[in-house]
């Protein structure tokens, strides 16, 4: 019913910046929260940030500063924008999104992921 299609992650220096994007499509009534998700290699998913009801935001302690949620809520898009990306930073990053669908149900939902690589 509901799809997250993550796009943007790719290799990149240190310090340099890349803009993740995730579009939520399907039978959308509403979405209450979008996030990413980070997981490093080796390491369990962390949250990275999260959107509220399309304004309210929250972030992972290490990243406040470097990395900026926002929300186009007429495209059902969520982005991440991340500048100063360090080798630590590396991992896949998931799109997560609880969505009120025509049905009535509201759900959890999860992209599948966009890789991040920061290396010279």
């Known amino acids: 019913q509901v799809q997250l299609v993550e796009s943007g992650g790719g290799l990149v220096q240190p310090g340099g910046s890349l803009r993740l994007s995730c579009a939520a499509s399907?039978?959308?009534?509403?979405?209450?929260?979008m996030g990413w998700y980070h997981q490093a290699p080796g390491k369990t998913r962390e949250v990275v940030a999260r959107?509220?009801?399309?304004?309210?935001?929250t972030y992972r302690d290490s990243d406040k500063g470097r990395f900026t949620i926002s929300m186009d809520n007429a495209k059902n898009t969520v982005y991440l924008q991340m500048n100063n990306l360090q080798p630590e930073d590396t991992g896949n990053y998931s799109c997560?999104?609880?969505?009120?669908?025509?049905?009535?149900?509201?759900?959890?939902?999860w992209g599948q992921g966009t890789q991040v690589t920061v290396s010279s």
């Open positions: 997560q999104a609880i969505i009120r669908v025509t049905t009535g149900w509201t759900g959890n939902y």
């Open positions: 399907g039978n959308i009534v509403r979405i209450d929260q």
């Open positions: 959107i509220i009801s399309g304004h309210a935001t």
